[in-house]
């Protein structure tokens, strides 16, 4: 049995012990993930924890079908969906479509960012335009999920993410 089973196994059995071991092992990297939803690292925090919560409210379901960190990252990503959408009413929506920003040449080089800096580009965009990114680009999830996560259509969901690009191709050419 690996250290992964034994925890599993332990917090199915809700070992604190372990399931401390468990949080402290996933916990910055879930933290990662939540926090590229949502501009307030308290918001993410917060999405953090109550997946943390989520995760060992339903251990039991884990059937050992795939990564367990998959499952975890899973139930990150829909919990700050859930919070994302929640709070949606609070957010400021802007659309890219209005600013008219063109992009002169879309074959630049960009070997020169970090990936923190990356992030940083991608946490600048606006809350619709980041969600689908996310999704989409780092979580690999199709347009048909996307739609029936945000109760949006497919098309809006290409949309957004058509101007997400667009947009980090203007931020990136202005990084130069």
């Known amino acids: 049995?690996?250290?992964?089973?034994?925890?599993?196994?332990?917090?199915?059995?809700?070992?604190?012990?372990?399931?401390?071991?468990?949080?402290?092992?996933?916990?910055?990297?879930?933290?990662?993930?939540c926090s590229r939803y949502f501009f307030d690292k308290n918001e993410a925090q917060d999405a953090l924890m109550e997946g943390f919560v989520k995760v060992f409210s339903n251990?039991?379901?884990f059937r050992s079908e795939g990564s367990f960190e998959g499952w975890i990252r899973r139930i990150m990503v829909n919990t700050s969906l859930n919070i994302y959408r929640k709070n949606l009413k609070h957010y400021y929506h802007d659309d890219i479509s209005e600013s008219q920003e063109r992009i002169e040449d879309s074959n630049q080089s960009y070997d020169h960012?970090?990936?923190?800096?990356?992030?940083?580009?991608?946490?600048?965009l606006?809350?619709?335009?980041?969600?689908?990114?996310?999704?989409?680009?780092?979580?690999?999830?199709?347009?048909?999920?996307?739609a029936d996560k945000l109760e949006i259509s497919e098309n809006t969901s290409k949309s957004q993410l058509r101007k997400a690009r667009h947009k980090l191709q203007y931020l990136l050419s202005i990084q130069k």
Do not use: W
């Open 1 to 33: 049995m690996t250290s992964e089973q034994k925890i599993i196994r332990e917090c199915k059995r809700k070992n604190p012990r372990y399931q401390k071991l468990l949080f402290e092992q996933y916990a910055a990297k879930m933290f990662g993930v």
């Open 59 to 61: 251990i039991d379901k």
């Open 113 to 124: 960012l970090q990936v923190q800096d990356m992030l940083k580009l991608i946490h600048s």
């Open 126 to 146: 606006p809350p619709g335009y980041r969600l689908v990114f996310n999704l989409f680009e780092i979580e690999g999830y199709s347009h048909k999920e996307i």
